[in-house]
């Protein structure tokens, strides 16, 4: 294990990881004396604690292509003086920076050690394609992109997917709309270079008697915004490529109603409510490579954005 291999490194040459401490954590050498204990999966299991004779103790947090957990930097915060998360590159760091003393890569750290027998190859070689992705839809700053009360996070699903969700405003007596961009099935498994993506753009469902009455024939109203999702994309089969493959039935009591609604009212349509149904219900994408996530995004902002106006329309229009 590499945290393990590191551990190895700071005893063997403490001086050169004290250096490193003094400068990242801008503390005087003095004060920390030398390194009397180097232990893994220590305190609040962090990966490694360094221990000094003036009682300060380094935690160091490593992450390859897991997330840090709720709550998780606070708890280990708690339990040692310093607190570092160690990453592969400074962007898996976004949005935890202000939870730790520092920020370290390993090459950073790595570089400090003379004769290293745990090389930056070696670093390399663990997979983290999950990380990977998320770096490139960090980059995307899609905030810049849509309407004023929209929201964008970069999350993984249940499934451990990376995904960027975003959330629409809800309007008064209506629905907001959410949706995601995310890795297809269990891609992340995969090489980087084979992964694909999809987007789904959809609106807001609650898994409840109103949104899944008993009886088909009662027409919840998110149906009414999916007829309008239809007619947007029906105008501009040009601009927006989804996939019109028939969605699965819902697994809860509530969920298995589903496609008998969507037999009922959506009837040659019914691709129209692709999703979950206790969160949102729309069209999903064509499968894209990793290598189009840009233009895969762009579009999926643009559907939202070409929807919502529809919905205003159409709102504006019974209300005159």
Not at 133 to 161: A, C, N, Y
Request: proline share 4%; hydrophobic share 40%; aromatic share 4%.
């Amino acid at each position: 294990m590499a945290t393990r291999a590191l551990a190895a490194e700071i005893r063997h040459d403490p001086q050169a990881f004290t250096t490193w401490v003094v400068e990242a954590l801008e503390v005087e050498r003095e004060e920390l004396g030398q390194v009397s204990n180097v232990r893994c999966e220590a305190e609040e299991n962090i990966d490694v604690v360094v221990t000094y004779e003036s009682g300060t103790r380094v935690g160091i947090e490593a992450k390859f292509d897991h997330v840090v957990t709720d709550g998780q930097l606070a708890r280990e915060s708690d339990a040692v003086t310093h607190l570092v998360l160690l990453v592969l590159d400074q962007a898996d760091a976004h949005g935890h920076e202000a939870e730790v003393d520092a920020v370290a890569t390993w090459e950073e750290l790595l570089a400090r050690f003379r004769g290293t027998r745990l090389s930056q190859e070696d670093i390399d070689r663990i997979p983290a394609t999950k990380k990977k992705v998320e770096r490139r839809m960090q980059v995307l700053k899609l905030d810049d992109l849509l309407p004023e009360g929209w929201t964008t996070s970069i999350i993984r699903g249940d499934g451990g997917m990376s995904s960027i969700v975003l959330d629409g405003p809800t309007p008064e007596g209506g629905r907001r709309l959410c949706g995601q961009i995310q890795v297809s099935g269990r891609d992340s498994k995969r090489p980087i270079e084979e992964i694909t993506l999809e987007y789904h753009v959809g609106v807001n469902v609650r898994l409840d008697e109103d949104d899944f009455p008993e009886d088909p024939k009662d027409r919840p109203t998110w149906l009414d915004d999916l007829d309008i999702l239809g007619d947007v994309l029906q105008r501009d089969a040009d601009r927006f490529t989804v996939r019109e493959n028939s969605p699965r039935n819902g697994t809860s009591d509530l969920g298995k109603r589903k496609m008998p609604i969507v037999h009922e009212h959506l009837k040659g349509r019914e691709w129209l409510a692709q999703g979950y149904c206790d969160w949102s219900l729309g069209a999903k994408s064509a499968l894209r490579p990793l290598d189009e996530l840009e233009a895969l995004a762009h579009e999926a902002v643009a559907l939202f954005v070409a929807w919502d106006t529809a919905r205003m329309s159409a709102s504006a229009a019974a209300t005159s």
